[in-house]
């Protein structure tokens, strides 16, 4: 099983990145896929998840307004579009599959992470 995060990198603030999460070694069908953020110093923080429908999503409310998850079944993916990038954004971001969007935080598949920073 893999979780292969991507599109991390070095923007200024005010900037955008989209992060990918390519999912494979199995089927993630019906599957709610997310993803969480660990800055330097603190713990692992839930950012956004998002149904295998696609029906449900649910965002960290500091982030609603600037992040947009999506998904796309057929590439067993999940993006992640982050617009209006604060320094305070800075962090590994890790994508996540889960069978419950609601048990996200303690059970699931972790990928590995994608380091953002965001300079001021």
């Known amino acids: 099983v893999q979780l292969q995060a991507s599109g991390g990198g070095l923007v200024q603030a005010g900037g955008s990145l989209r992060l990918s999460c390519a999912a494979s070694?199995?089927?993630?069908?019906?599957?709610?896929m997310g993803w969480f953020r660990q800055a330097p110093g603190k713990e692992r923080e839930f950012v956004a998840a998002?149904?295998?429908?696609?029906?449900?999503?649910v965002y960290a409310d500091s982030l609603k307004g600037r992040f947009t998850i999506s998904r796309d079944n057929a590439k067993n993916t999940v993006y992640l579009q982050m617009n209006s990038l604060k320094p305070e954004d800075t962090a590994v971001y890790y994508c996540r599959a889960a069978p419950n969007i609601l048990t996200m935080t303690s059970q699931g598949y972790w990928g590995q992470g994608t380091l953002v920073t965001v300079s001021s």
């Open positions: 070694g199995r089927t993630f069908s019906g599957y709610g």
């Open positions: 998002i149904r295998w429908s696609g029906g449900t999503i």
